[in-house]
C-alpha cells in the first residue's frame, strides 16, 4: 500500500515538471523582499522562481482560487 502510494506521488510529481513553461513574469520590488525570497528558497533548497510558485500556489488553494486556463 505504501509503495503505491509513492508510485502515485511520484506520478503526479513527474506530471507536474513536464508543463511547459510559456510565460514570462517581471516584476520590479525592494532589495529586502528580493533577499527575503531568495532566502527562503535557499531555505527549502528551491530556486526564486519555484519559491515564488509554490507561495502562489499555496495562496491559491488557501483561498480556493483557480486559474482561468487550466495549466499550473
Same mark, same amino acid.
Request: positive net charge; contains cysteine; proline residues 1%.
Given at each position: =500500500?505504501?509503495?503505491? !502510494?509513492?508510485?502515485? #506521488? !511520484?506520478?503526479?510529481? #513527474?506530471?507536474? =515538471?513536464?508543463?511547459?513553461? $510559456? ?9 529586502? @523582499?528580493?533577499?527575503? !525570497?531568495?532566502? *527562503? #528558497? $535557499?531555505?527549502?533548497?528551491?530556486? #526564486?522562481?519555484? =519559491?515564488?510558485? *509554490?507561495?502562489? @500556489?499555496? $495562496? ?13
Amino acid at each position: =500500500m505504501q509503495n503505491a !502510494l509513492h508510485l502515485q #506521488a !511520484l506520478a503526479l510529481r #513527474a506530471s507536474l =515538471m513536464v508543463r511547459l513553461k $510559456d510565460e514570462t513574469f517581471s516584476i520590479r520590488t525592494s532589495v529586502g @523582499i528580493k533577499q527575503l !525570497l531568495h532566502q *527562503a #528558497a $535557499d531555505r527549502k533548497c528551491h530556486s #526564486a522562481a519555484s =519559491m515564488l510558485k *509554490a507561495l502562489v @500556489i499555496n $495562496d491559491a488553494k488557501a483561498h480556493r482560487l483557480t486559474p482561468t486556463h487550466s495549466k499550473i
